[in-house]
């Protein structure tokens, strides 16, 4: 169902950004008003009190630490994922980021 009359001044979008703001996720607006995420992200995304979040989220100091430890031991990169309980990529971001070097347990191939 898509509705192609709704405004961005329209108070429906007021009372979405209102509940996006509220940390709301723009799927769970849509399946409450019967329309698609992309149409409630296209009206609340036009009104101008809108402010995007962050794209990704950064890493904490505990996290970098840890992977810091366990490639220091001479864990792979998948090694240390699995412990951690995420991908290989994303310890292989940490340490692209964060870590310098061979004495950090970082080792560019």
Excluded at 93 to 103: D, I, Y
């Amino acid at each position: 169902m898509l509705e192609t009359s709704v405004k961005p001044s329209d108070a429906r979008a007021v009372e979405w950004l209102a509940a996006k703001n509220r940390g709301t996720t723009f799927a769970e607006i849509a399946r409450k008003v019967g329309m698609t995420r992309q149409r409630v992200h296209q009206v609340v995304s036009t009104h101008p009190d809108y402010q995007p979040g962050p794209q990704r989220l950064p890493r904490s100091l505990a996290f970098i630490g840890t992977v810091r430890k366990l490639r220091a031991e001479g864990l792979t990169a998948a090694e240390v994922g699995r412990r951690l309980g995420v991908s290989r990529n994303v310890v292989i971001g940490v340490c692209h980021r964060h870590l310098k070097g061979k004495e950090e347990g970082y080792q560019r191939r």
